[in-house]
């Protein structure tokens, strides 16, 4: 296997894989596998149903250590906060189209995503993937193009599909590039968390100042949120939006 350079190695490093109430602990101890397969360590584990595990470390096949680090949380909230760009994996079509991308492109997308950022991919359930309510935690949502008459992919070999991808883009980054005109992105990218305050702080407004009916709020917050988490707002873009619904929240109680 091509070994990584430094900055190829704090790419992947800073890629946390993020599992939502897995059923089976065997999924679990696959998952850890396949991410150190390809040289991911980062894995988070939502509300699982049976953790630790024996029958984990079985299937893990000596990737014990990533079982060992793993991080377990009550919310998917709580295991993003701390990224700047989440991406959901989704098999099935929502009420509300959402971007979505395919293994390859985000790996493209990841790899503009300077190395020190944190990046998470979440995955759902094995029998019905992630909740609507969790897709719109994410800023893309990714689909593997499976053969759409058998399409169903295991937990594990999920995971190993979109980590070679992420590995290649690693591997890539590390080939000497041109120089190019520009400059890179000059502010950081927003955590989960600060976009999520800037969404609690956009519906409270927006329910002040009558546009938001709480009592039939229809698809409004869910739409404005595709919106919004299609262009993956940095730091000072989300202090921005939030200065200005401050501005508002002044006027109106004034």
Not at 71 to 84: Q, W
Not at 136 to 159: K, M
Not at 219 to 226: A, D, S, V
């Amino acid at each position: 296997m091509r070994p990584l350079n430094s900055q190829a190695w704090k790419m992947l490093e800073n890629i946390r894989i993020v599992l939502v109430n897995t059923t089976h602990p065997g999924n679990i101890g696959g998952v850890a596998r396949a991410m150190k397969n390809m040289g991911l360590s980062d894995l988070c584990l939502v509300a699982p149903k049976s953790f630790p595990s024996e029958v984990a470390v079985a299937r893990s096949s000596g990737a014990t250590d990533l079982l060992d680090a793993a991080r377990v949380t009550e919310t998917l909230e709580e295991a993003v906060a701390d990224c700047h760009l989440v991406v959901g994996t989704s098999a099935r079509g929502r009420h509300i189209p959402w971007p979505v991308i395919d293994p390859r492109e985000l790996a493209g997308i990841v790899s503009e995503v300077r190395p020190e950022l944190r990046v998470a991919v979440v995955f759902g359930r094995e029998d019905r993937g992630l909740t609507n309510e969790e897709l719109q935690l994410c800023h893309h949502h990714v689909h593997i193009p499976a053969n759409a008459e058998f399409s169903s992919l295991n937990l594990a070999a999920a995971v190993q599909v979109i980590a070679y991808e992420l590995r290649m883009m690693a591997l890539s980054a590390q080939r000497a590039e041109a120089p190019r005109w520009g400059t890179s992105w000059d502010i950081e990218l927003a955590e989960s968390g600060e976009v999520e305050r800037m969404f609690e702080h956009l519906e409270r407004t927006l329910v002040e100042v009558e546009f938001l009916d709480p009592d039939n709020p229809r698809q409004l917050m869910p739409r404005l949120r595709r919106l919004l988490l299609r262009a993956v707002p940095d730091k000072v873009e989300v202090n921005v939006l939030r200065g200005i619904l401050t501005a508002v929240n002044k006027k109106t109680r004034s």
